[in-house]
């Protein structure tokens, strides 16, 4: 259509194989033979002629906690990602006049699905150090009509991670004011070390899983909650799939989950020595930095606030000119989302070397003319 807004995702789409994507946090260094071999095998049964087993494959769901070392009496449920399971989750357990105390930036999807229970969330500012929450600042920010803690460990878009000391902290703020504490830890596997909440606030906590980002299965659409039985079943009314997930997608996920630990620390060392390629490429820009370094995360923030280029601007060129995506801050954050680009790192570092050629370049152009950000 004639004067349609530039679609950056359905352009990245159709260049799919030209394009550099490190603008969803998508995870592009599984071992292809882990995930094809198992969904083959189920292709060739013809698996997917039937509906697969309404409440989850309990084989997957031990996987799942035993990938979080929790006790097998603990209730996993199975949904399309871990974003279904936060929209059944905050639907269910909120309320008009529900407070949700989170962050920003954030993973503002979430904040979405508060405000579509009537509930709303209070933003504390992390956009400075220690760039996440703090056990101080939560508990001075509960007032009566707070209802839940949003805690992402490690956090999109900032790559920020929490000591076990403060997760801990939080879980029992929650815990002694009758909170309940979501904790989304999708990208806990990148962390250098991590903690859960729910040993600490048992009764309280609902965990968020998901093996989109861990086990590269971001098109598939797999994941679900952890949490106590009597809180499951509360949230358990909004589930959608009732004829179960994805057949494929639970296959996958078994295949992965089984296998991660001899595959997922090569992984790892892969992504920090792409964080030191891209930092190294941002330092070559003036007034351009990183506002936490290193992530905890497989993606983290680059700010641009002092260079005066848009990031909307640096998003469009980077990906029209030079085949690389990365996504402008205004996704994740209210306030502070004109000041950044995220970029997501899980890649071959060969992709990586492309964006460190062409962040520079990039930015050179821009800030050579006059940018009308669209």
């Not at 279904?84 to 999807?109: N, Q």
């Not at 494929?248 to 595959?263: G, N």
Request: charged residues 20%; proline residues 8%; hydrophobic residues 45%.
């Amino acid at each position: 259509m004639a004067g349609a807004p530039f679609d950056a995702f359905r352009y990245a789409h159709e260049h799919r194989h030209e394009v550099v994507w490190m603008s969803q946090n998508t995870n592009h260094l599984v071992p292809p033979t882990v995930i094809a071999d198992a969904v083959y095998g189920a292709i060739r049964d013809r698996r997917y002629e039937g509906y697969p087993y309404g409440p989850g494959d309990p084989e997957l769901k031990a996987l799942v906690l035993r990938d979080f070392g929790l006790p097998e009496e603990w209730t996993v449920t199975v949904s399309a990602g871990g974003t279904e399971a936060l929209y059944m989750l905050e639907r269910a357990l909120l309320g008009p006049g529900d407070e949700v105390l989170a962050s920003d930036p954030s993973y503002l999807i979430i904040h979405k699905f508060v405000e579509l229970a009537g509930a709303r969330t209070r933003n504390l500012d992390i956009y400075q150090p220690p760039y996440r929450l703090t056990p101080d600042r939560v508990q001075e920010s509960i007032t009566p009509k707070t209802r839940m803690i949003l805690l992402i460990d490690p956090l999109n878009p900032l790559g920020s991670g929490y000591p076990a000391e403060e997760v801990r902290a939080i879980a029992e703020i929650a815990k002694d004011h009758h909170l309940l504490l979501l904790n989304d830890v999708t990208y806990r596997d990148f962390a250098d070390g991590h903690t859960l909440a729910a040993p600490f606030a048992p009764d309280s906590t609902l965990t968020v899983w998901s093996a989109s980002k861990n086990c590269g299965l971001a098109g598939l659409r797999i994941g679900g909650l952890v949490g106590p039985a009597e809180l499951v079943r509360k949230v358990l009314p909004y589930n959608t799939n009732d004829l179960g997930v994805n057949i494929l997608a639970q296959v996958a996920a078994k295949a992965a989950l089984s296998t991660k630990a001899e595959w997922f620390p090569r992984i790892k060392t892969t992504t920090r020595a792409n964080q030191a390629i891209i930092k190294g490429a941002v330092e070559e820009v003036p007034g351009a930095f990183l506002p936490l370094y290193p992530s905890q995360a497989n993606m983290f923030a680059i700010d641009l606030a002092k260079t005066e280029v848009p990031p909307e601007a640096l998003q469009k060129e980077l990906l029209l000119q030079h085949g690389v995506f990365v996504r402008a801050g205004n996704y994740l954050s209210p306030k502070f989302g004109s000041r950044f680009v995220r970029a997501s790192f899980s890649n071959p570092p060969a992709e990586v070397e492309r964006f460190a050629a062409a962040f520079p370049a990039a930015m050179a152009t821009l800030r050579a003319r006059p940018v009308v950000a669209s």
